[in-house]
């Protein structure tokens, strides 16, 4: 079920007023009913792997307990890795089965040997990588002793199989989620509005900007080879809006959505764009994933090669944006994406400056320094956007060297006007918009005549764009 869809729009009236009139009488009953909704919501897409989903929620409870009843060292980390391979190789399996096949093919045909091409028809789960890392990231915190394991197994799958974030996250801590799941919600008007005024701006970012989006980027990537510079430029441009428009919407629409329901969801996306270093923009981009891979990927693999000096840093480095590439995709042209991120990255390493994983807002008022800034990372946060947006390696390469030796040989077209110049009229509006979030501090502190104005007009495109239902980026992953 989407968000964006007609069905979800009869699902979360019913689901809300059935939870507070009828199921609000305590905590059991209002997380029973929201697990069982959840159920409802996952089934619509594939009842069959609502199986998988109540399986791998089970096993991390009952995981979990075995993990912390163990006082032996050895036993505990045996069964952390037991718990940990186990996840990663249902995960494997959904995700990278015929990535292998083809790789091991490709690489037979190479020296010499004849394979035949087999490609084995497996349908990935929707959220499989979601809620496999809530489930890790538990299970790790329990061997760590940062947290007891959850005695409630209603409130534990209801952490792992919650519908606002289910599919495309974000990526919740037991930590932050489960405190929450552990006590009765009671109804909060402000709450509920403010919930209503992230989804509305959620669905503006998906249905009016994403959807309207896609089809230049579609026909920039699509002819590419035939384009000039400013119309190659245009289509990297309008694919960063289409990212950060159909992900960010998407995480807002699930922090709404959780907030009519008293749940607060971690803040996925804090204006990332004006970010002034690829630092920085990692701690402003998919927060909830970027912090995941400090926490547990990063910080013990650099603890692991601490005696390397910077070369186990650079290497810890390497492997966590290696990681995070694979995550996106089964294809050459991810992994591509994290090696050439890692490198970007690399400055940061060097630097004296510590990068918070949650930033504070920041200031429209920006130096020329700043805005430079700004443009440096912008301009290699697109490249890295190319490789995750091309169907190859090959295509991204091409697409990049036809960019850059475009911009050489015929400067003069960067004046021209370009196929796609109409992405203007979605980007524009999103940039306005955080522009004024950023000098407020938040949407509650807009004026209200600009506010309700800009609900208006919000809500007017929405209703004109809304015929358009396309599944989010995010769900593949």
Same mark, same amino acid.
């Given at each position: 079920?989407?968000?964006?869809?007609?069905?979800?729009l009869?699902?979360?009236?019913?689901?809300?007023?059935?939870?507070?009139?009828?199921?609000?009488?305590?905590?059991? %009953?209002?997380? =029973?009913?929201? +697990?069982?909704?959840?159920y409802? &919501?996952y089934?619509?897409?594939? $009842?069959?792997? *609502?199986?998988l989903?109540?399986?791998?929620?089970?096993?991390?409870?009952?995981?979990?307990?075995?993990i912390?009843?163990?006082?032996?060292?050895?036993?505990?980390?045996?069964?952390?890795?037991?718990?940990?391979?186990?996840k990663?190789?249902?995960?494997?399996?959904?995700?990278?089965?015929?990535?292998?096949?083809?790789?091991?093919?490709?690489?037979?045909?190479?020296?010499?040997?004849?394979?035949?091409?087999?490609?084995?028809?497996?349908?990935?789960?929707?959220?499989?990588?979601?809620?496999?890392?809530?489930g890790?990231s538990?299970?790790?915190?329990?061997?760590?002793?940062?947290?007891?394991?959850?005695?409630?197994?209603?409130?534990?799958?209801?952490?792992?199989?919650?519908?606002?974030?289910?599919?495309?996250?974000?990526?919740?801590?037991? %930590?932050?989620? =489960?405190?929450? +799941?552990?006590?009765k919600?009671? &109804?909060?008007?402000?709450q509920? $509005?403010?919930? *209503?005024r992230?989804?509305?701006?959620?669905?503006?970012?998906?249905?009016?900007?994403?959807?309207?989006?896609?089809?230049?980027?579609?026909?920039?990537?699509?002819?590419?080879?035939h384009?000039?510079?400013?119309?190659?430029?245009t289509?990297?441009?309008?694919?960063?809006f289409?990212?950060?428009?159909?992900?960010?919407?998407?995480?807002?629409?699930?922090r709404?959505?959780?907030?009519?329901?008293?749940?607060?969801?971690?803040?996925?996306?804090?204006?990332p764009?004006?970010?002034?270093?690829?630092?920085?923009?990692?701690?402003?981009?998919?927060?909830?994933?970027?912090?995941?891979?400090?926490?547990?990927?990063?910080?013990?693999?650099a603890?692991?090669?601490?005696?390397?000096?910077?070369?186990?840093?650079?290497?810890a480095?390497?492997?966590?944006?290696?990681?995070?590439?694979?995550?996106?995709?089964?294809?050459?042209?991810?992994?591509?994406?994290?090696?050439l991120?890692?490198?970007?990255?690399?400055?940061?390493?060097?630097?004296?400056?510590?990068?918070?994983?949650?930033?504070?807002?920041?200031?429209?008022?920006?130096?020329?320094?700043?805005?430079?800034?700004?443009?440096?990372?912008?301009?290699?946060?697109?490249?890295?956007?190319?490789?995750?947006?091309?169907?190859?390696?090959?295509?991204?390469?091409?697409?990049?060297?036809?960019?850059?030796?475009?911009?050489?040989?015929?400067?003069?077209?960067?004046?021209?006007?370009?196929?796609?110049?109409e992405?203007?009229?979605?980007?524009?509006?999103?940039?306005?918009?955080?522009?004024?979030?950023?000098?407020?501090?938040?949407?509650?502190?807009?004026p209200?005549?600009?506010?309700?104005?800009?609900?208006?007009?919000?809500?007017?495109?929405?209703f004109?764009?809304?015929?358009?239902?396309?599944?989010?980026?995010?769900?593949?992953?």
């Amino acid at each position: 079920m989407l968000f964006n869809s007609f069905e979800f729009l009869i699902f979360l009236p019913f689901v809300f007023l059935c939870y507070w009139y009828l199921f609000s009488k305590n905590k059991l %009953t209002q997380n =029973l009913f929201l +697990l069982f909704a959840s159920y409802i &919501f996952y089934a619509f897409w594939d $009842i069959r792997f *609502l199986i998988l989903l109540i399986f791998s929620g089970v096993l991390d409870f009952y995981l979990g307990k075995i993990i912390d009843k163990h006082e032996d060292e050895g036993k505990r980390k045996w069964f952390l890795r037991i718990s940990v391979f186990t996840k990663v190789l249902i995960l494997g399996y959904f995700k990278y089965t015929n990535f292998f096949i083809n790789t091991f093919n490709d690489l037979a045909n190479h020296f010499g040997y004849k394979t035949s091409s087999i490609d084995v028809n497996i349908i990935i789960p929707i959220g499989i990588s979601f809620y496999t890392f809530h489930g890790i990231s538990y299970l790790v915190d329990i061997y760590y002793k940062r947290i007891k394991p959850n005695n409630d197994i209603v409130e534990y799958n209801l952490f792992v199989a919650y519908f606002p974030l289910l599919v495309a996250g974000p990526i919740e801590r037991a %930590t932050h989620l =489960l405190p929450q +799941l552990g006590k009765k919600r009671n &109804f909060n008007y402000n709450q509920s $509005i403010s919930g *209503l005024r992230l989804i509305l701006w959620g669905m503006f970012k998906k249905v009016v900007v994403a959807d309207s989006l896609s089809n230049i980027v579609y026909q920039v990537f699509l002819n590419y080879s035939h384009l000039n510079a400013i119309s190659l430029i245009t289509g990297v441009v309008s694919l960063s809006f289409l990212i950060y428009g159909d992900f960010s919407g998407y995480s807002d629409i699930a922090r709404g959505v959780s907030r009519l329901f008293g749940i607060e969801l971690i803040k996925n996306f804090n204006f990332p764009y004006f970010s002034k270093s690829i630092g920085e923009y990692w701690s402003r981009w998919h927060i909830s994933f970027s912090s995941w891979l400090n926490d547990y990927v990063f910080t013990p693999l650099a603890i692991q090669y601490r005696n390397w000096g910077k070369i186990g840093v650079y290497l810890a480095v390497f492997l966590t944006f290696l990681i995070s590439g694979f995550w996106h995709g089964a294809a050459w042209h991810y992994v591509a994406q994290g090696v050439l991120f890692s490198i970007f990255y690399i400055p940061v390493v060097f630097s004296t400056k510590k990068v918070k994983f949650v930033q504070k807002l920041g200031s429209t008022t920006f130096s020329i320094v700043d805005v430079l800034k700004m443009f440096r990372t912008y301009v290699l946060v697109c490249i890295g956007y190319i490789y995750f947006r091309a169907d190859s390696l090959g295509q991204a390469s091409g697409y990049i060297v036809k960019l850059f030796s475009s911009i050489i040989k015929k400067p003069a077209d960067l004046f021209s006007l370009p196929v796609g110049w109409e992405c203007i009229i979605y980007i524009a509006p999103v940039v306005i918009a955080e522009l004024i979030f950023l000098k407020y501090g938040s949407m509650q502190k807009v004026p209200k005549f600009l506010k309700y104005f800009a609900y208006l007009i919000l809500g007017i495109m929405i209703f004109f764009c809304i015929d358009k239902k396309t599944s989010f980026v995010y769900f593949q992953f």
